[in-house]
């Protein structure tokens, strides 16, 4: 299976209720062989018009958080941990989020990132399968299987709060200097109940 192939496999994807409200599936967007991988919560309402995660507001401020570490949307890959947008942006749902998970994983598989930046608790919580919260494990980095796990505030949580945005751009900080020395010691998923 290919990045295309699971793509075109989730188009018209009817496993879950949000297919009924949802105007299309949106899958991913970047570069298929990036070493930086960003996943989110789900597609709000620009992202269900345009197809393409991270394009409103909180996109927006990912763009220039990503530009302030010298990278673009070209070089990462971005994605959701739900394909769909759920009505008028609640949260994804415990069964939402169990059935669309694996394709998050299968994402994963496919591109080989080295590191994985989830952005806010869903992304994080999905990742690690654990009930973590974000405050306590923001800007460590965690070993999951083959790749780093590198836990970030969520970009439409500083736009809600104001008081996040400074430390959103310290996590944005603090990942550039791990990509710039990867080599530092992580965490295992298991010692994150050291943290939590
Ligand atoms: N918030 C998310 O978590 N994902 C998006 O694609 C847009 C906003």
Redesign the pocket.
Known sequence: MTLPELALDLKDCRRCRLASGRTQV?FGVGNPHATIMFV?????FY?DRQGE??V?A??RLLNELLEAVGLSRADVYIA?VIKCRPPDNRDPLPDEVDTCKPFLFQQIELIKPKVVCT??NFAIQTLCGKKIGIMKVRGQVFQVQEFFVFPML?P?AALHQGNLNEPLREDFRKLKAFLDRPQEPAATVEQMNLFG
């Open positions: 949106v989110g919560e789900a597609p709000g992202e995660p991270f409103g909180a996109g959701n952005l806010g969520h439409a």
